[in-house]
């Protein structure tokens, strides 16, 4: 929590330092939508990951040269743990937070109003369980989910378009994978069992931006 609470700093210091240059500002929601891993070794077929969920979050970047910037972004994602094997399912409350910077590419304004930009960076994802811990949980021959959290290195990759409003408002639409090694620390494998080792977020997102 404490690397979390420094990134947001850091975010808010960049704001600062980029205010000579052409920046902006804003936020968005959307949803969340993660893969599973197969999980083999152990009796029978299951696959471990987490449910989709609502996202939502803030950005500040700036623009240096036409076609280049650059953002900080943080996120909030609503993760809930789950194992599932064949009709059976067990789930357990989570979430995420992820803290990036990204490079922006980006292209004239077209009739000044749409703009399309493509977003490639990387940062860190930090992934928390949430729920009750029980003495019995469903499918535990497959893995145990964790009331704890654990921080993963994060590759960020995306992009999406710009609508402009006004001259200083716009409507921005886009889009990130957020790619880590899957968090074992949260989902648990049981002895003998081996799980997927990589883990996409898929976020679509929909908001306002401002620049100045």
Do not use: C
Not at 151 to 160: E, L, N, W
Not at 179 to 198: C, D, S, V
């Amino acid at each position: 929590m404490k690397m979390l609470v420094r990134s947001i700093l850091i975010l808010t210091a960049a704001a600062a330092a980029s205010f000579a240059q052409q920046w902006e500002f804003g936020g968005a929601g959307g949803g969340s939508f993660l893969n599973s891993v197969p999980v083999s070794g152990g009796i029978g077929s299951a696959t471990a990951g987490f449910k989709a969920g609502a996202a939502f979050g803030g950005y500040v970047g700036y623009s240096q040269y036409r076609h280049i910037g650059g953002e900080l972004r943080y996120g909030y994602l609503q993760s809930n743990l789950k194992l599932k094997s064949g009709g059976s399912e067990a789930t357990f409350s989570g979430m995420s937070h992820v803290v990036h910077y990204d490079l922006i590419f980006k292209t004239a304004k077209n009739n000044g109003k749409v703009q399309f930009f493509a977003a490639v960076g990387g940062g860190m994802k930090v992934f928390r369980g949430t729920g009750k811990e029980a003495a019995y949980q469903p499918l535990s021959q497959f893995g145990y989910f964790t009331k704890t959290q654990t921080i993963k290195p994060m590759a960020s990759v995306g992009g999406g378009v710009k609508f402009a409003l006004t001259k200083k408002v716009f409507l921005r639409t886009e889009f990130r994978d957020y790619i880590t090694a899957f968090p074992k620390e949260i989902i648990t494998p049981a002895p003998g069992t081996k799980y997927g080792k990589i883990l996409h977020d898929l976020v679509p997102m929909v908001g306002l931006g401002f620049e100045m």
